[in-house]
């Protein structure tokens, strides 16, 4: 069987993450303190937080059952793989939000606390996504691998690239200037550059909160530091890594066609 | 293999449920509100609640990670069993969790309702434990169905016997009266029978929480409405249906004396 193949058969592994994902989003406003999620209220906010706990470890027990109807299609080998790549990918979103937690605590972060946080989250998520479609698709070894990469640098080029849109992107310079990821105090890629620069915006950042009628300046100075260049061309860096791996990949049939669209997509956007 | 047979070989399936229990009493901590464990501060009163619920999921994902060493030393098929078996474990926890939390704002419970809360928590484990034990001992379908139903009557014996000492206990009647289920208004068995009969002491329970000083006077209400009596037969009966899984077990050589020896001393306890 080739990638591109019989997609019903990857049905589970595509469920199992799915579940994945939306158990992390139950715990995530918990720990983050967020009453909305998707326009609604969150879980927590609906039913308190004890039972929120419970729903999303039920949620994430869900998300494991989910893979035991792949048995159905799959030597038992590949399903135990399956199983290792799916608890790898929880370990590693713990690990990433351990971090994330931990760094809103601290004003002395270097650029380097910024890989091993956002590792942890978009990109292991998405490399189980794109390594659990190429095992059950059964492709040799060295294209699981190609996959994985895949995943794993479209999850890192996204995430730069939301690091910067959420300082110079529209929403976050003009009229919605609440939702620059300034004001939120968020620890994003071009927030690290600029601190380690120890130039105006650092001075400005370690001083106490940014106000909304600061963020146009406060984005200006950035750019006058480097920072955009320098997000600007890591994203592009990681974005040409992506798009090797998927040349590597070499994916086939409807499916490869919709996987490097889709690619793309996520790739290029504006904003 | 039979039962009683190479202990180390089911090692990884031991250490898969007590991470299990330990992960579940992390979040449970922060559900019950309680600020010490094992005589320690709760991890949530020692690093907050956010990381507290993401050291838990970490801890939940480690319980399924102790399963893959099973490889080395079992067929495939096993080892997914075991996977299935640990999520069901982990099902029936949550569902158990969600009942406990929910009836704390109730005034309403009847006595069936006692069943579906303990059958998912204590029960649901030592059920998985005993099955995991004679599943990776591969004995046959039967068998592993008895072992099953021995950690489970064991489970249920165990919490009727608690809920009992809970309230006529050493600890529960004399000085320590603060420590009496009755003042933590807890909805064990005798409590549910209690309320069933609708008489002087459902009267009392239902006008709200219970004070030290009447402890004493309330527990006796309790024995004059039969709950004492009820509750002993029925850890007597549970005790008994115990006992038969574990002959019909039948485990062997020096695991299978071990077993039988903690199971009566856990069936035989006077607190």
């Known amino acids: 069987m080739a990638a591109g193949g019989d997609w019903q058969s990857a049905l589970p592994a595509a469920a199992a993450v799915e579940l994945l994902h939306n158990f992390s989003l139950i715990h995530d406003d918990i720990q983050d303190n967020s009453p909305y999620r998707r326009g609604r209220l969150a879980v927590w906010k609906l039913w308190g937080i004890p039972q929120a706990i419970n729903a999303g470890d039920a949620m994430f027990t869900l998300a494991h059952m989910a893979l035991n109807p792949l ?13 290792e790549l799916l608890e790898n990918a929880c370990l590693a979103l713990t690990q990433g939000q351990y971090l994330d937690i931990s760094y809103e605590a601290r004003s002395d972060l270097t650029l ?15 490399a189980t996504c794109t390594e659990l479609g190429a095992l059950t698709a059964q492709v040799s070894p060295d294209t699981q691998e190609s996959y994985r990469e895949l995943g794993r640098y479209l999850g890192l080029a996204f995430q730069v690239q939301d690091d910067l849109l959420g300082i110079w992107g529209d929403a976050a310079v003009t009229g919605k200037s ?8 968020k620890n994003s890629l071009p927030v690290l550059f600029g601190l380690s620069q120890n ?35 890591t994203a592009d860096r990681l974005t040409a890594k992506a798009l090797q791996s998927l040349e590597n990949a070499d994916p086939q049939g409807d499916g490869g066609e919709a996987l490097v669209s889709l690619a793309n997509k996520l790739l290029k956007r504006d904003g």
């Open 112 to 126: 380097e606390a910024y890989w091993p946080m956002v590792g942890g989250k978009t990109a292991a998520l998405l």
């Open 178 to 185: 609440s939702e620059s990821d300034l004001v939120a105090g």
């Open 71 to 83: 048995q159905e299609s799959h030597p038992p080998g590949v399903v135990l793989k399956a199983h």
């Open 199 to 233: 130039g105006p915006f650092a001075a400005r950042w370690r001083a106490g909160p940014i106000q909304p009628d600061e963020v146009t300046d406060l984005a200006d100075a950035l750019v006058a530091e480097g920072a955009l260049n320098y997000t600007r061309s």
